[in-house]
């Protein structure tokens, strides 16, 4: 991707990635004090990382509460939840990078990264889609609001303000 002067991008070439690819480190409101908190893959459990794990770990580093969260089981199958906003899948805790934009829309991304490729996307004067791999990526699948030109100024400057509240890695 190439920046022009005015700091917006000349091209975004979608990566083909799912939503399930910023879901290991999904960012949320703390429940107990409200601060910035992550939900985790559970790190003592066997089963392989990613989406499809079936335990996971809330941590505030502010105060120090945890929880735990396990899927339900059927037959001998994880029952996982759907990925998508603006509540964490796994706790149903409000998502810490989310703000109303664009007429009552809220904006939504589980982490950093996830809000990086957002902001990539929206300053991008030229928007490709990648090469076709079956299934619609996360880019495609955005809403139609959020791609709409008319609100690209409102989107990235949310997405500016959302991340001054990212906490320092």
């Known amino acids: 991707m190439t920046e022009t002067s005015d700091g917006q991008s000349d091209r975004f070439t979608d990566p083909l990635v799912r ?14 004090c409200a ?3 992550s939900v985790l ?42 990925l998508n906003g603006p509540d964490d899948p796994y706790f149903g805790l409000p998502l810490w990078l989310r ?20 902001e990539s996307y929206l300053a991008a004067r030229l928007r490709e889609r990648g090469a076709y791999r079956g299934s ?8 139609a609001w ?12 949310t997405i500016r303000r959302l991340r001054t509240t990212l906490p320092a890695d």
């Not at 619609?136 to 809403?143: A, D, I």
């Not at 959020?146 to 400057?157: D, G, P, Q």
Request: charged share 20%; hydrophobic share 35%.
């Open 19 to 32: 939503l399930w690819r910023y879901a290991d480190r999904i960012l949320v409101r703390c429940p107990k």
């Open 35 to 37: 601060g910035c908190a």
């Open 41 to 82: 893959p559970e790190p003592t459990t066997t089963a392989r990382p990613g989406p499809s794990n079936p335990h996971r770990r809330l941590s505030c580093l502010g105060c120090g509460h945890t929880a735990g969260w396990t899927a339900p089981r059927h037959d001998n199958y994880w029952i996982v939840p759907e």
């Open 99 to 118: 703000a109303e934009c664009c007429g009552g829309n809220v904006l939504w991304a589980y982490n950093a990264e996830h809000l990086a490729l957002l």
């Open 136 to 143: 619609m990526s996360l880019v495609e699948r955005l809403p």
């Open 146 to 157: 959020l791609k709409s030109a008319k609100h690209r100024t409102e989107a990235l400057r």
